[in-house]
């Protein structure tokens, strides 16, 4: 026994030994580019196509050796679900993609996969592929107008084709003179009835809210169908419809001006697109400029003061001061009376123009757009014109705004401490008499490999029942100054009121 | 060695010999228990109830308790004995008076487990009387013992049912309610709510976040226009405390 023993100790021993050895190991490692040497490009990253035409996409294979050695795969994923996982949609097994769309209208992941039959090894490539029902929801200029009676848009996409009375091909005129409109792309939510009969809720839907004199129609842009009229947006519907502004921030969180009051929307928490009231003492001046995250920045022309509408609370809070320069300003009971203020989309900058109700002069006051409340005041000459203006328009990042002045008129203004008073301001365009500017906007999109930059000043301005829509190249960044002969200029039928652009 | 061999061989044979007898289940005995439900976010346990929001034509309403069983359902309906606690103690619920007996031929049937089930809603079915407008009345209630069950779980046998003819504080205002007009309650505030919203039903405060905003706003707003056209005189709880919405 005590020689087993002593075999059964050895060869514990041994194996003991033996496993304190450096395992070398036996891998042999390969560059990946040995095993898949197929890299797929020429694939965009984001496509926009309309639901039943074909969608063809002929992707450059790189290292191809062999076409035969591959299996190739298309599918598709929605792109944003909501309680379950995205499901898998297979529409070709080609290697080059020639698929008439049928798909939902919406955001879904495009999926290439080409996989080596032997191994199993895989490449991919992704594109965000936005299926559109209608040629109107993409990019490019949204044209709000009306004959006076009752209100629609045209469209021009960003290759320039053009689309003429969108709402009447869908019946879907608004009564009264146009107001304003706004793009929400996300966060829309909308409750409908199912064919069995049950309250469904849309999430996450994409939206245009148009306002006109006397309605407010929010509408799928997928589909360009109604959504919500002026008396569904609430749960009890004011007294007056008096359309003044819609707005929103990036998580959907929307405020919209009826008759002097505020109503928001807090699109990070469950909701049917409905808005509730902010309650206080006040009557509000129309246009808003959204701030911070969830809040808005208005005008109370009750208490002469700035107040925050924000999302997630029921009441107007007070501004914060401004510390600028050893002094201090409060936004409360000002002595001064809004001349103007808007801003550019969210996450740009806004002014607004006040004119001193007990002297010569006023201020500017400019907001970052990400900050709560203003974070620069700047004084006015008296006789500047920017006094006089009702309408703006800014930049995303510069110190500096264009102006209307009279009616056929635009100046821009230098808001930089250095420059004298009388250079501040500049007259860079002027249209015939009889032509009415009625809207402009600021356009800042960065160049990429795949598209053109944009840094342009867009001019809407209306005449005899026709709108015109021109557009100059700004010579910088930071310069107000721009090619006064227009890129380009397009023309319809219409009072041109107001100007969208859309960018995604 | 060889002392620790042999014992070892043993206890291994021994181990391999016990193994192999069959083990036997203990077998579950039906044994039926009731209780009252207690969950987060439905039942706790009481229920207040008000007469306050009805149309004086209305002279009772039914309130649900809900009760569990433990123990295996049966193909049969199985009566449950509720007995009430409180009586003859002050604003103690009188049989007859303030609620229709357990043993009244209309709900006699209606006190049990139905066939099948584990759990039921038994209605306890609440008369308006006029001195509910003066004094709240409460029904404490406790599960009996009968031929079909046992009272229960221990901390669930009790349960409380309040009403009256007042303006009463929702039972769920300091869990729910108060995210949506503040922590403050008092009868004026309430009074102030439901005029202004016309909402009367709280058991339960609404999912979408935006109406919920609305009932918020819209009593803000009424509050604030009141105090407005009131200067010097805002609007006071009974102890002169200010009606808020912190």
């Known amino acids: 026994m005590k020689t087993i023993t002593r075999y059964i100790a050895s060869v514990f021993f041994l194996l003991l030994a033996y496993s304190c050895v450096d395992d070398k190991g036996n891998y042999s490692y390969l560059d990946p580019s040995e095993i898949m040497p197929i890299q797929i490009e020429g694939i965009e990253e984001e496509m926009t196509v309309q639901i039943y035409n074909k969608l063809q996409i002929t992707p450059e294979l790189k290292n191809m050796d062999n076409p035969e050695k591959y299996t190739y795969e298309w599918y598709v994923m929605e792109y944003v679900v909501a309680g379950k996982a995205p499901e898998r949609r297979d529409i070709s097994n080609e290697q080059n993609l020639n698929y008439e769309v049928n798909l939902d209208p919406g955001l879904w992941r495009l999926i290439y996969k080409v996989t080596d039959k032997q191994n199993n090894v895989y490449t991919r490539a992704e594109v965000k592929l936005n299926v559109i029902a209608s040629p109107v929801d993409t990019q490019g200029w949204y044209i709000l107008k009306d004959d006076g009676n009752e209100t629609d848009f045209d469209f021009i996409n960003a290759e320039g084709t053009y689309y003429k009375d969108v709402l009447r091909e869908q019946g879907l005129q608004l009564p009264g003179t146009a107001v304003s409109m ?152 000002m002595h001064y009376s809004l001349v103007c203020m808007d801003g550019g989309p969210y996450g740009t900058q806004g002014y607004a123009v006040m004119k001193d109700n007990e002297s010569e002069g006023g201020i500017l006051l400019r907001t970052n757009n990400r900050t709560l409340g203003f974070t620069s005041l700047s004084p006015i000459d008296g006789n500047s014109k920017l006094l006089t203006t009702d309408l703006l328009a800014m930049p995303n990042v510069a110190d500096f705004l264009y102006f209307k002045h009279g009616n056929n008129k635009v100046y821009s203004y230098e808001n930089a401490k250095d420059i004298a008073p009388a250079d501040k301001e500049k007259e860079i365009l002027t249209y015939p008499e009889g032509e009415l500017i009625t809207s402009m906007k600021y ?22 029942g026709n709108w015109k829509l021109y557009l100059y190249d700004l010579l910088g960044e930071s310069t107000p100054e721009i090619n006064s002969e227009p890129a380009k200029v397009y023309e319809g039928e219409g009072n041109g009121r107001f100007l969208l652009y859309r960018n995604n | ?162 009403t009256n003819d007042l303006i009463s504080k929702p039972t769920n205002w300091d869990t729910s309610w108060k995210y949506t007009f503040g922590s403050t309650w008092g009868p004026v505030k309430m009074k102030l709510i439901i005029d202004s919203t016309g909402l009367t039903d709280f058991s339960q405060r609404p999912s979408d976040s935006s109406y919920s905003n609305w009932l918020s706003a819209t009593a803000r707003q009424a509050l604030l226009e009141y105090n407005a056209a009131h200067p010097n005189e805002p609007l006071c709880e009974a102890d002169g405390t200010p009606v808020t919405f912190e």
């Open chain 1, 182 to 333: 706004e793009f929400q792309d996300q966060r829309y939510y909308h409750n409908i009835i199912d064919e069995h009969g049950n309250v469904v809720t849309l999430v996450n839907q994409s939206a245009f809210h148009i306002l006109s004199s006397q309605e407010t129609y929010t509408i799928n842009s997928k589909t360009i169908q109604l959504f919500k009229d002026f008396e569904e947006q609430f749960y009890q519907t004011p007294e007056t419809c008096k359309p003044q502004s819609m707005k929103h921030n990036g998580s959907g969180f929307r405020f919209f001006v009826n008759d002097g009051r505020v109503y928001k929307v807090n699109g990070m928490s469950a909701n049917v697109g409905k808005v509730s009231p902010v309650a206080g003492l006040y009557n509000l001046y129309g246009n808003i400029i959204t701030c911070g995250y969830k809040e808005c920045l208005v005008f109370d022309l009750v208490s002469h003061s700035f107040k925050l509408a924000d999302a997630y609370v029921d009441e107007l809070l007070p501004l914060p001061e401004l510390e600028q320069n050893d002094a201090v300003y409060s936004f409360e009971n």
């Open chain 1, 443 to 464: 356009v800042f999109r960065k160049a990429t490999d795949e598209k053109p930059g944009i840094n342009q000043l867009a001019v809407l301005t209306t005449s005899a």
């Open chain 2, 1 to 162: 060695m060889k002392k620790l061999i042999y014992p070892t061989i043993l206890a291994s044979i021994l181990f391999v010999v016990t193994g192999c007898e069959e083990n036997k289940m203990n077998v579950y005995k039906n044994d039926p228990a009731i209780y009252f439900e207690k969950t987060t976010y439905g039942q706790r346990d009481s229920i207040n109830h008000t007469f306050y929001f009805y149309d004086e034509s209305i002279t009772d309403d039914t309130v649900k308790v809900i009760v569990c069983t433990m123990g295996e359902p049966a193909d049969y309906d199985r009566p449950i004995k509720l007995i009430q606690t409180n009586t003859g103690q002050p604003q103690a619920a009188i049989a007859g008076t303030h609620y229709v007996p357990f043993d009244d031929p209309s709900l006699k049937n209606k006190i049990c487990i139905p066939a099948g089930q584990v759990r039921a809603e038994i209605p306890i079915v609440f008369l308006r009387d006029n001195s509910l407008k003066l004094v709240e009345s409460r029904l404490e209630l406790t599960v009996g013992s009968n031929e079909f069950f046992r009272p229960g779980i221990d901390t669930q046998r009790n349960f409380l049912v309040t």
